[in-house]
């Protein structure tokens, strides 16, 4: 593509759901759009889970809109992506899983058109800029244990979701970076009891309070 017309579609093109921005209609980056999707549904069962069938429709839409952020200068990119990530962690979806999904993107783009990857660059540099706030609030290390510890108190629980402690994490995380209430929305839904076991409640719980501790001590 460098060198020549970018085409843009709209939202709408691929998940009826959606409204009218501009996605990318290129091929390629479509394509690579559905590979960096698949990508962060496999990381992340929690999206199946919680979001199903249309969660993926909007799931695509929104990395054909993260594509043309590529177009933008560093300051535009990351400012609407900061909109995107406080509309998404509203509804249950912290701002790590964004920050992930940036990763898969723009490495699934960069693999189709090796030609822009210096364009494609924006998208790892606003990744790595939301991977800062996050260790801003807990430090990388004290991120991992947290998730780790989850996992290891939820491991026999019939109800188990895998790699669900970092999500639990980062939606205090985002509670601290003042995104909203995320904690308590995901955590809503992750102690429901027609959805969870007794096990997997009070890990989820004990796993909420002890981000927050970490959080508090490292302010």
Known sequence: MTGTTRRYGVARDVNPDAGMHAI???PAERAAAEAATR??????????????ERGWRFSLSDSGWLSTLSDSTDSEALTQLRWLAQL?????????????HLFHLHAALTEVMPGD???????????????????????????????????????????????????????????????????RNVGDWATDESRFDASWRTAVRDTVSAARRQ?????
């Not at 990508?39 to 199903?52: D, N």
């Open 24 to 26: 990318s209609s290129e």
């Open 117 to 183: 990857v210096m364009r494609y660059a924006r998208l790892h540099r606003c990744a790595d800029a939301l991977r800062a706030q996050r260790v801003g609030k807990i430090p990388e290390e004290q991120f991992v244990a947290l998730a780790r510890d989850f996992e290891f108190r939820a491991r026999n629980s019939e109800s188990r979701i895998p790699n669900m402690g970092v999500v639990l994490v980062s939606a205090v995380v985002d509670d601290a970076l003042g995104l909203g209430d995320v904690a």
């Open 39 to 52: 990508q962060s549904w496999r990381e992340f069962p929690y999206y199946p889970r919680r979001y199903g």
């Open 88 to 100: 998404l962690a509203a509804r249950g979806m912290p701002q790590y899983l964004l920050e992930r």
């Open 215 to 219: 959080v508090s001590s490292s302010v």
